[in-house]
C-alpha cells in the first residue's frame, strides 16, 4: 500500500477498497445495482484426494477391527503375535481392558463441545478470555504433572508448549479487543442459525461413530503384547489418521457453515431471512460432501498444520527488534509460510462453499482478494482462529487429564499412551463444534473484501470498527515500510 492510501480518512479507504481491483466482483452485479452471487457450473474437484480418503477409511478400517478382535476377550485371537516376535514382552492385555477408557473419553469431548458452544453463545467474552488465559496454566501443571511421574520427555514437550502459549499471547495481548469484537459478532451470525448447529452435531455424532472403531483398534494397539516401541509407532499412525478423518469432518462443516452464512451476509437487507434460497442448507451440505468433498480433502492435510505455523512466526516477528541476525532467519521462516499459505489458507473454504472452485484455485482467489483490497492487513491482525484453537486444545487437555489419571490409577505403565491418544479425542470432537464459529469468522472477512457494503448493511457499527482498524493497520504497515527504506 502506498502512504497516500494510509493518509485518507476510513471511509475513503473504503471507498477505494470496495472499487479498486474489483473487477470481478463488479461482474457479479445486476443491471439494477444489487449484487446476486454467480456460481460457476458445479464440476467434481480434487477427486485423486477424495479417492485417497476413501481407501485410507476402508483399509484402516480393516486394520483397526483386526487389532482391536486379536486381543477382545482372549489374548492372540488372530495369531498376530507370531510376527511381533522381536518385540514381545512378557506384559499382556485385552482390548477391553481399556476400550471403556476411550469409550469415555468420546463422551467427555461431546460433553465439553456442547458445554463451551452454550457457554460461548452466553458468556462469549468470559469464555474466550479464560481460552486464551488458562491454557498456558493448564499446560504448565501437566508439565509438572509429567515430570513429577517420570516422564521426562512429555513433561520437557508441554513445558515447551506453554512457553510456546505464553510468548504467543504476550505478542498478540493488544489484538485481542478487535479478536474478542469478531468473535462476538461471528457468533451472533451462529446463532441466528440452529440449522447449522444441528448439522454440526450430526457431523459430531458421525465422528463418534469413527471413534468407536478407531478406539476399538487403539485399545488392541494398547493392550498388544509389543514393546513400548512397536506400540507408540502404531499409535502414531493411527494418530495422524484421526486427525485426518477429524480435519475432514471438521471442514466439511466448514464449508456448509460458511456457505450458510455468506447467504445471510448477502441477503441482509433483503427481508433478511426470508430471502434466502429455502435449499441453500441441502445445497450447501450436497455440495460439501460430493463435488466439494475431494477439495476439503486435499484442504484437510496441509491447512492446520500451516496455519498454526503461520501465527507463531508472526507472533514472535511483530515483537523482535533490534537483532538483525534473528529478524533475518525469521523473515525468511515468514516468507516461506506466506508462501505456502497463498495455497493452503482456511478462506479457500469458503470460496468452495459459494463458488465451487478446487482447493488451490479458492485459496489462491482468497489470498489475491485479500492482498488486492488490502484487507490481508486486517486478517493477520485478528487472532480469532488462535483464539478457537486454544479452547480446543484446553478441551483436548481435560479429556486426556481427566483418562490419564483414570488410567494412572488402573493401568499406571500405560497412561501416557492413553492420555495421549485420549487428549486428541477429546480435541477433535471440541474442534467440530468450535468450527461454525470460525466459518462465520472466515466469512465475515471473505464478503468485507468483496464488497464492505455487505457488512454495512449487516452490522453499521462493526462496519465502522473494522474499517477503523483496516485504515490503522495500512498505516503502520506504512510507517513501518518507510522505516526499514530509512534505515536500509
Known amino acids: ?98 476400550w471403556p477408557l476411550y469409550a469415555v473419553a468420546g463422551g467427555i469431548g461431546v460433553f465439553i463441545s456442547w458445554i463451551w458452544s452454550l457457554l460461548l453463545g452466553s458468556y462469549a467474552n468470559e469464555m474466550m478470555k479464560v481460552s486464551v488465559h488458562i491454557l498456558t496454566t493448564y499446560l504448565a501443571v501437566v508439565s509438572v504433572l509429567c515430570f513429577w511421574c517420570r516422564q521426562f520427555f512429555w513433561g520437557g514437550a508441554f513445558a515447551i508448549g506453554a512457553l510456546l502459549e505464553f510468548l504467543y499471547v504476550i505478542s498478540v495481548i493488544d489484538r485481542l479487543p478487535f479478536t474478542m469484537l469478531v468473535l462476538r459478532k461471528a457468533l451472533q451470525l451462529v446463532w441466528g442459525l440452529p440449522k447449522v448447529i444441528i448439522v454440526a452435531h450430526a457431523f459430531t455424532i458421525v465422528m463418534l461413530l469413527w471413534m468407536s472403531l478407531w478406539s476399538f483398534g487403539a485399545a488392541g ?25 477429524g480435519a475432514v469432518l471438521c471442514n466439511t462443516v466448514h464449508v456448509i457453515a460458511s456457505g450458510m452464512v455468506f447467504h445471510v451476509l448477502f441477503h441482509c437487507g433483503q427481508e433478511e431471512s426470508s430471502s434466502l434460497p429455502p435449499s441453500s442448507l441441502i445445497d450447501s451440505l450436497r455440495y460439501a460432501v460430493t463435488t466439494s468433498f475431494g477439495s476439503i480433502c486435499y484442504g484437510s492435510l496441509f491447512t492446520a498444520a500451516i496455519r498454526t505455523l503461520r501465527w507463531e512466526i508472526r507472533g514472535f516477528r511483530s515483537k523482535i527488534c533490534g537483532n538483525e541476525c534473528l529478524l533475518c532467519c525469521v523473515d525468511f521462516l515468514f516468507h516461506l509460510v506466506e508462501t505456502l499459505v497463498r495455497f493452503f489458507n482456511k478462506y479457500a473454504y469458503v470460496q468452495i462453499a459459494v463458488y465451487g ?27 480469532s482462529g488462535a483464539v478457537l484453537l486454544m479452547g480446543t486444545i484446553f478441551g483436548g487437555l481435560i479429556t486426556g487429564s481427566c483418562i490419564g489419571i483414570w488410567a494412572w490409577i488402573k493401568y499406571s505403565d500405560r497412561v501416557i499412551m492413553v492420555a495421549s491418544t485420549t487428549m486428541l479425542m477429546g480435541m477433535v470432537l471440541v474442534g467440530l463444534g468450535m468450527v461454525v464459529v470460525e466459518s462465520a469468522v472466515t466469512s465475515i472477512y471473505i464478503c468485507f473484501a468483496e464488497d464492505p457494503l455487505l457488512i454495512q448493511r ?15 493497520r495500512l498505516q503502520h504497515r506504512s510507517a513501518r515500510a518507510r522505516e526499514v527504506l530509512t534505515t536500509a
Request: proline share 1%; net charge negative.
Open 1 to 98: 500500500m502506498s502512504d497516500s492510501t494510509n493518509s485518507v480518512s476510513p471511509s475513503s479507504d473504503y471507498a477505494s477498497i470496495s472499487s479498486g481491483d474489483q473487477s470481478l466482483q463488479r461482474s457479479r452485479r445486476s443491471g439494477d445495482g444489487n449484487r446476486a452471487i454467480v456460481r460457476e457450473s458445479r464440476h467434481w474437484h480434487d477427486v485423486f484426494w477424495s479417492a485417497i480418503f476413501v481407501i485410507h477409511l476402508i483399509c484402516l478400517g480393516f486394520v483397526l477391527a483386526v487389532l482391536g478382535l486379536n486381543r477382545f476377550r482372549r489374548s492372540d485371537r488372530l495369531n498376530i503375535d507370531r510376527y511381533t516376535q522381536g518385540f514381545l514382552e512378557n506384559h499382556k492385555g485385552l482390548t477391553e481392558d481399556y
Open 221 to 245: 494397539v494398547v493392550a498388544s503384547s509389543m514393546g513400548d516401541e512397536g506400540r507408540w509407532w502404531l499409535l502414531v499412525v493411527l494418530s495422524v489418521s484421526l486427525f485426518w478423518t
Open 357 to 383: 472452485k478446487g482447493f488451490n484455485r479458492s485459496a489462491r482467489d482468497a489470498w489475491e482478494l485479500f492482498q488486492s483490497t488490502g484487507v490481508e492487513a486486517l486478517v493477520a491482525y485478528d487472532c
Open 458 to 472: 449487516w452490522d453499521a457499527d462493526f462496519f465502522t470498527e473494522m474499517s477503523e482498524t483496516l485504515h490503522r
